[in-house]
């Protein structure tokens, strides 16, 4: 084993141990801490496969503006045990067992339909994380999931603005 197989491995374990504890942390502010765990593992996987660019994105904008917004969201709902409800309804757990379970089989299937030799030879090419290559394919072949994006971070942003609200 060479030291990039090594240290994608370590990336790897540290990714997915991270975000398994995001799930299974019951603080909501140490699930955020490891969510920027998380983030920054997922940056070391990009530098390896030579996309400085999205590695330093990926960090600025996640692990630091979007991860400072999850922590005023938490601090600014005042989450604790006192306004938890004392009993869960049997229906969210089924829809949330559904929705993961859909999830799931989307997953597989692209898993399924992605072909891992043709991915690999553009890796080794060298111009798979060129900034010049990631702006022509996200403002052709992905503009509309692009602007679609915008307009759920907008959403998200009038959410926020209206939970916060007090109520007069």
Do not use: C, R
């Not at 491995?9 to 504890?21: E, K």
């Not at 960090?59 to 600014?76: D, E, K, S, T």
Request: glycine share 8%; proline share 2%.
């Amino acid at each position: 084993m060479n030291v990039i197989e090594i240290l994608f491995w370590f990336l790897s374990v540290m990714a997915l141990g991270g975000a398994v504890m995001v799930v299974s942390s019951k603080s909501p502010v140490h699930s955020i801490l490891y969510l920027i765990l998380t983030f920054f593992a997922i940056s070391g996987h990009y530098i390896l496969m030579n996309a400085q660019f999205l590695a330093i994105v990926n960090i600025i904008v996640y692990a630091g503006a979007i991860m400072v917004l999850f922590l005023f969201v938490v601090m600014l709902m005042n989450l604790n045990a006192d306004s938890e409800p004392h009993q869960k309804n049997k229906w969210i757990l089924y829809i949330g067992g559904i929705a993961g379970g859909s999830l799931l089989l989307i997953i597989v299937a692209a898993l399924k339909q992605t072909a891992a030799a043709t991915q690999l030879v553009q890796m080794n090419s060298g111009n798979t994380g060129l900034i010049k290559n990631l702006g022509m394919l996200l403002f052709t072949d992905y503009v509309f999931p692009f602007e679609i994006s915008s307009i759920l971070f907008l959403s998200a942003m009038i959410g926020a603005v209206i939970i916060s609200k007090k109520e007069a």
